[in-house]
T-cell receptor, first 115, second 111 residues
C-alpha cells in the first residue's frame, strides 16, 4: 500500500531537548516536504526536498533542520525545541513538484507539545 | 505575496448544500485544490481544478473557479454528518510550485 508514515504520532517533550520526527514513503517519490499546522494559520511549509541531498527552506524554517540522505526518508530535526514549536506536523511526498494534482500524499501527522 | 483566505467556520443542516469559499492571490497557479481533514487524521485530496476551467463536478462536489476575482468555491450537495471536517483550499504556485494552503474552514453538519 502506497503511504507516508510518520513517527512518533504524538510527542510531549521539554524545551531544549533535541528530537527527531521521522518520515518515510514507499512510493519512490522525489519530492518531500514538511508542513506545520496551527489553528487559524492553515498549513505552512517548513522545508522541502527535491531529491536526495537537495533540501531547501520553506516559509517557516527557523528552529528546524532536515536531511535527505536516501530517497525514502526525510526526517525533521528540532535541535532545541521551544514552546512555539508546539504544533501538528505533516510530512508529504509526491513524484515531482507539487503541481501535479493527484499525487501529493500526506502522512497521518505528528502532534508535538513542547513544555 | 502569496495568500489564500477562507472563512473559519460553516454550520449547515444535514441534507442542505454547503458552500465553502476561498480567495487566492497567485494568478499563475496551475492547479487549485480542495483537501479534507477529518478529526485526528491527515489530509485527503478531495478534488482539484485546472486553472483554465470554470467548473468541475465530481458526484456531490462542485468546484467553481472565478479567475478574474481569484475566487474558488466548493459546493457539497446533500451534506451528510460524515462531511463534518476541516476543508482546506490550496494553490500550487511560485518558483517551486509548492502548495500554499488557506486557513481551513471547519464544516459542522447538524443532524
Amino acid at each position: 500500500e502506497a503511504q507516508v508514515t510518520q513517527n512518533p504520532r504524538y510527542l510531549i517533550t521539554v524545551t531544549g531537548k533535541k528530537l527527531t520526527v521521522t518520515c518515510s514513503q514507499n512510493m519512490n517519490h522525489e519530492y518531500m516536504s514538511w508542513y506545520r499546522q496551527d489553528p487559524g494559520l492553515g498549513l505552512r511549509q517548513i522545508y522541502y526536498s527535491m531529491n536526495v541531498e537537495v533540501t531547501d527552506k520553506g516559509d517557516v524554517p527557523e528552529g528546524y533542520k532536515v536531511s535527505r540522505k536516501e530517497k525514502r526518508n526525510f526526517p525533521l530535526i528540532l535541535e532545541s525545541p521551544s514552546p512555539n514549536q508546539t504544533s501538528l506536523y505533516f510530512c508529504a511526498s509526491s513524484p515531482t513538484l507539487a503541481g501535479a494534482p493527484d499525487t501529493q500524499y500526506f502522512g497521518p501527522g505528528t502532534r508535538l507539545t513542547v513544555l | 505575496g502569496e495568500d489564500v483566505e477562507q472563512s473559519l467556520f460553516l454550520s449547515v443542516r444535514e441534507g442542505d448544500s454547503s458552500v465553502i469559499n476561498c480567495t487566492y492571490t497567485d494568478s499563475s497557479s496551475t492547479y487549485l485544490y480542495w483537501y479534507k481533514q477529518e478529526p485526528g487524521a491527515g489530509l485527503q485530496l478531495l478534488t482539484y481544478i485546472f486553472s483554465n476551467m470554470d467548473m468541475k463536478q465530481d458526484q456531490r462536489l462542485t468546484v467553481l473557479l472565478n479567475k478574474k476575482d481569484k475566487h474558488l468555491s466548493l459546493r457539497i450537495a446533500d451534506t451528510q454528518t460524515g462531511d463534518s471536517a476541516i476543508y482546506f483550499c490550496a494553490e500550487a504556485g511560485g518558483a517551486t510550485n509548492k502548495l500554499i494552503f488557506g486557513t481551513g474552514t471547519l464544516l459542522a453538519v447538524q443532524p
